[in-house]
């Protein structure tokens, strides 16, 4: 007969504990009616490219504008675009509606492994397996709102991973485990 130690939870416990990590990034879809969707707007500190665009409606991400936010934060130092794990977009979806800010300044989208190298080699602070080559990371800003309360912000809804760096003014975004860096406040 087949059982179960303590130290490994039953898959329907697994698929539970994933939903309650899911609920914080549910929740501002939560309240929307059949047809709503949901907008975000961008402008490339680098490019000045700008993008207002719906994602995502009841019935899931909007296919054109996904492809359209994957052109905007590509590597723009050698064009290549990847795809940004559509996470990202739920999660900035989620901090425009928490702090109120409507505009993303977008400092780092994607990266390839050749700009990741060359960052590692000029400046300080780039991981060698950064999640920027992943797609899985971007570095923003939220016109109007501070960055602290941006980075307050992402850190409460536990979604990934939330760097701060005020001296360079962005807040760094990922999909990857929840963790967070950098000083307390400014």
Known sequence: MFSRSRHHPAPQRRLFLKGLASLPLALP????????MLHLSFRHTHTDE???????????????????????????????????????YDILHALSVSCGGETFE??????????????????????KRSLHMDGKAIDIRLVGCDTARVRDAAIALGAGGVGYYPESDFVHIDTGPVRHWGPKSA
Not at 29 to 36: L, N, P, W, Y
Not at 62 to 86: C, Q, S, Y
């Open 29 to 36: 879809f939560a309240s929307a009616q059949a047809g709503d």
């Open 50 to 88: 700008r993008l207002s665009t719906a994602f995502r409606n009841r019935r899931g991400y909007i296919e054109p504008a996904i492809k359209r936010m994957n052109w905007l934060f590509r590597d723009f130092r050698t064009g290549e675009v990847a795809h940004m794990d559509p996470r990202l």
């Open 106 to 127: 977008i400092i780092s989208g994607y990266r390839s492994p050749k700009t990741n190298a060359m960052l590692r080699k000029t400046g300080g602070g780039v991981a």
